[in-house]
């Protein structure tokens, strides 16, 4: 039964730490993209270059709402797991759990 739970723990920190680095990511390439396209605008590029390079920060802002809500619920999923094994002495000072607490945190 620990096992399992250990591994439940590591797997939904797992998965909060990778959400917050893809949201991250995400919106990084959407600030480089619309920056892109500006300095497209300015150098007068061929409005058809102007256009694609527009598609291509839509496509990239479009990630940022699902991403987000994908990482909420991982955060409340990993939020109630550790709501829920708070008293339980035989999951809660293990690494893991110390993890999941600091990936809630950060």
Known sequence: MAM???RQVKV????VKRL?????MYEQEKVQNDKRVEDMRAS???VYDVRQAERVADESA???PDCKVRFEAAIQDLQSLTDAEKEN???NETEEFKLALEALEG
């Not at 939904?12 to 998965?15: D, L, Q, S, W």
């Open 62 to 64: 479009m990630m940022i």
């Open 89 to 91: 002495a035989e999951i």
């Open 20 to 24: 917050r680095k893809e949201l991250a």
């Open 4 to 6: 399992d739970l250990k």
């Open 12 to 15: 939904k920190t797992g998965v």
């Open 44 to 46: 007068g590029a061929d």
